[in-house]
């Protein structure tokens, strides 16, 4: 069964250094997600992507953070400058079609945890 | 998203039937009602949609009631696997293509 894949499962950082987490989106798909849970708490949306631009950004999602699908196949999220409030779970979802009927596949996540 | 209610836990035996609430009693008439899960550790997956008509799935089933203000996720028959966080989450034309989750009930299952 086609799954999403995320990259690298645990990501250990510097505060203040920029970081860069990969995911590989169901190859169908055409809408891409970003979304963060911080350890104990909701999972929160932060961007959704499709045909190369951001469609919808939450709050979250500031001048720090940044999206792109540099080929075909990834996509990613880059956070330029990372805070310790920035440690949190990230997953990656896509879905074919957009909606409230659409339906969002979640890879197993990022956790990222910043020092 | 409209908002809505469910139990913060709720505990079951292997085997068997789970009947999971969720309350939204300000959903509008073209709202959908989706349940996803996240077991532990890892993302959250999605289980069963509906809008008006009780839906079954290989995962469970979905009940909606009639005036709509509620439904209810069932699982058959529980396993060990089952044992994650469940979310009601309604899905409106104005929420654009987000999810928005709450906290959902976590659902225990003892062997």
């Known amino acids: 069964e086609p799954e999403v894949t995320q990259t690298p499962s645990h990501q250990v950082t510097q505060m203040g250094q920029e970081v860069i987490l990969r995911c590989v989106p169901i190859?169908?798909?055409?809408?891409f997600y970003w979304y963060r849970q911080i350890l104990g708490q909701k999972v929160e949306f932060l961007v959704s992507?499709?045909?190369?631009?951001?469609?919808?950004k939450s709050e979250i999602f500031d001048d720090q953070f940044s999206v792109e699908r540099p080929d075909g196949s990834n996509f990613t999220l880059k956070i330029r400058s990372t805070k310790l409030e920035d440690s949190a779970m990230y997953f990656c979802?896509?879905?074919?079609?957009?909606?409230?009927?659409?339906?969002?596949?979640f890879g197993a996540g990022t956790r990222l945890s910043v020092l | 998203d409209a908002k809505t209610t469910q139990p913060n836990s709720m505990e079951s035996n292997e085997e068997e039937p789970v009947h999971l609430p969720c309350n939204h009693s300000?959903?509008?008439?073209?709202?959908?009602i989706h349940w996803y899960r996240q077991l532990p550790s890892q993302g959250p997956e999605y289980v069963i949609h509906?809008?008006?008509s009780n839906v079954n799935n290989r995962m469970a089933s979905l009940a909606i009631a009639e005036d709509r203000k509620s439904s209810t996720l069932i699982l058959h028959r529980a396993t060990l696997r089952d044992a994650a966080v469940y979310y009601c989450?309604?899905?409106?034309?104005?929420?654009?293509?987000?999810?928005?989750f709450g906290g959902g009930t976590r659902l225990m299952v003892k062997p």
């Open positions: 979802a896509s879905s074919e079609r957009e909606g409230k009927t659409n339906i969002q596949y």
């Open positions: 190859s169908n798909h055409l809408y």
């Open positions: 992507f499709y045909n190369n631009e951001i469609s919808e």
């Open positions: 300000t959903i509008s008439g073209t709202d959908y």
């Open positions: 509906g809008l008006t």
């Open positions: 989450i309604l899905r409106d034309n104005n929420a654009g293509n987000m999810l928005t």
